[in-house]
Protein backbone atom coordinates (compact mmCIF):
# COMPACT_ATOMS: atom_id res chain seq x y z
CA UNK A 1 0.00 0.00 0.00
CA UNK A 2 1.38 3.18 -0.63
CA UNK A 3 0.65 6.69 0.35
CA UNK A 4 -1.28 9.41 -1.75
CA UNK A 5 1.27 11.48 -1.97
CA UNK A 6 3.32 10.97 -4.23
CA UNK A 7 6.32 12.89 -3.44
CA UNK A 8 7.02 10.76 -0.37
CA UNK A 9 6.26 7.44 -2.87
CA UNK A 10 8.87 8.49 -5.07
CA UNK A 11 11.29 8.97 -2.40
CA UNK A 12 11.29 6.24 -0.45
CA UNK A 13 11.47 4.17 -3.70
CA UNK A 14 14.41 5.89 -4.71
CA UNK A 15 15.56 5.01 -0.63
CA UNK A 16 14.46 1.70 -1.32
CA UNK A 17 16.20 1.33 -4.69
CA UNK A 18 19.53 2.88 -2.89
CA UNK A 19 19.60 0.63 -0.27
CA UNK A 20 19.79 -2.45 -2.98
CA UNK A 21 22.70 -1.27 -4.79
CA UNK A 22 24.54 -0.30 -1.40
CA UNK A 23 23.80 -4.40 -0.74
CA UNK A 24 24.86 -5.42 -3.92
CA UNK A 25 28.20 -2.72 -3.72
CA UNK A 26 29.02 -4.45 -0.14
CA UNK A 27 28.43 -8.33 -1.28
CA UNK A 28 30.92 -7.68 -4.36
CA UNK A 29 33.68 -5.93 -2.10
CA UNK A 30 33.37 -8.45 0.75
CA UNK A 31 33.09 -11.05 -1.75
CA UNK A 32 36.49 -9.81 -3.16
CA UNK A 33 38.44 -8.24 -0.14
CA UNK A 34 41.28 -10.03 1.63
CA UNK A 35 40.86 -8.46 4.85
CA UNK A 36 43.85 -7.66 5.53
CA UNK A 37 42.79 -4.74 8.09
CA UNK A 38 41.07 -6.17 11.09
CA UNK A 39 39.98 -5.00 14.31
CA UNK A 40 38.95 -6.80 17.26
CA UNK A 41 36.87 -6.24 20.56
CA UNK A 42 36.79 -8.14 23.65
CA UNK A 43 34.17 -10.02 25.01
CA UNK A 44 31.00 -8.68 27.09
CA UNK A 45 30.26 -10.00 30.13
CA UNK A 46 26.83 -10.46 31.73
CA UNK A 47 25.31 -10.84 35.35
CA UNK A 48 22.11 -12.34 33.76
CA UNK A 49 22.87 -13.96 30.71
CA UNK A 50 25.31 -15.54 28.43
CA UNK A 51 28.71 -13.50 27.88
CA UNK A 52 28.74 -11.36 24.20
CA UNK A 53 31.35 -13.22 22.61
CA UNK A 54 34.44 -11.19 21.15
CA UNK A 55 34.00 -10.27 17.70
CA UNK A 56 36.51 -8.68 14.44
CA UNK A 57 35.87 -6.75 11.65
CA UNK A 58 37.72 -6.56 8.80
CA UNK A 59 37.65 -2.31 8.77
CA UNK A 60 38.40 -2.39 4.78
CA UNK A 61 34.88 -3.59 4.20
CA UNK A 62 32.95 -4.39 7.04
CA UNK A 63 33.01 -7.86 7.19
CA UNK A 64 32.37 -9.23 10.67
CA UNK A 65 32.73 -12.42 12.37
CA UNK A 66 32.15 -13.31 16.14
CA UNK A 67 34.01 -16.31 17.93
CA UNK A 68 35.57 -17.92 21.18
CA UNK A 69 39.11 -19.01 20.49
CA UNK A 70 39.81 -20.84 17.84
CA UNK A 71 36.23 -20.14 16.82
CA UNK A 72 37.15 -17.60 14.27
CA UNK A 73 36.79 -18.47 10.53
CA UNK A 74 37.05 -16.40 7.98
CA UNK A 75 38.62 -13.15 10.21
CA UNK A 76 41.59 -15.15 11.77
CA UNK A 77 44.06 -16.61 8.58
CA UNK A 78 45.16 -12.67 8.25
CA UNK A 79 45.69 -12.45 12.10
CA UNK A 80 47.03 -15.51 12.85
CA UNK A 81 50.20 -14.98 15.33
CA UNK A 82 49.40 -11.35 15.40
CA UNK A 83 47.52 -9.42 17.71
CA UNK A 84 44.80 -7.51 15.84
CA UNK A 85 43.86 -3.94 16.69
CA UNK A 86 41.40 -3.76 20.05
CA UNK A 87 38.81 -1.25 19.30
CA UNK A 88 35.23 -1.02 21.24
CA UNK A 89 32.54 -3.17 20.68
CA UNK A 90 30.02 0.25 19.89
CA UNK A 91 32.92 1.27 17.36
CA UNK A 92 32.40 -2.58 16.15
CA UNK A 93 28.73 -2.03 15.29
CA UNK A 94 29.20 1.60 14.06
CA UNK A 95 31.32 -0.31 11.21
CA UNK A 96 30.29 -3.53 10.61
CA UNK A 97 28.11 -3.97 7.24
CA UNK A 98 26.65 -6.30 5.19
CA UNK A 99 27.91 -9.96 5.86
CA UNK A 100 27.81 -11.10 9.60
CA UNK A 101 29.39 -14.76 10.51
CA UNK A 102 28.39 -16.31 14.24
CA UNK A 103 28.70 -19.08 15.62
Known sequence: MK?????INDKILKLNEAQKELERTV???QSTCGHDN??????????????LPPMRVCLDCGL?????????????EKIAGLQPRRIS??????????QYISQ
Request: with cysteine; glycine share 8%; aromatic share 14%.
Open 3 to 7: LTNES
Open 89 to 98: REDLYSIRCG
Open 64 to 76: SEEGWGCGFRVLR
Open 27 to 29: ESV
Open 38 to 51: VAECDYKPSEYFNA
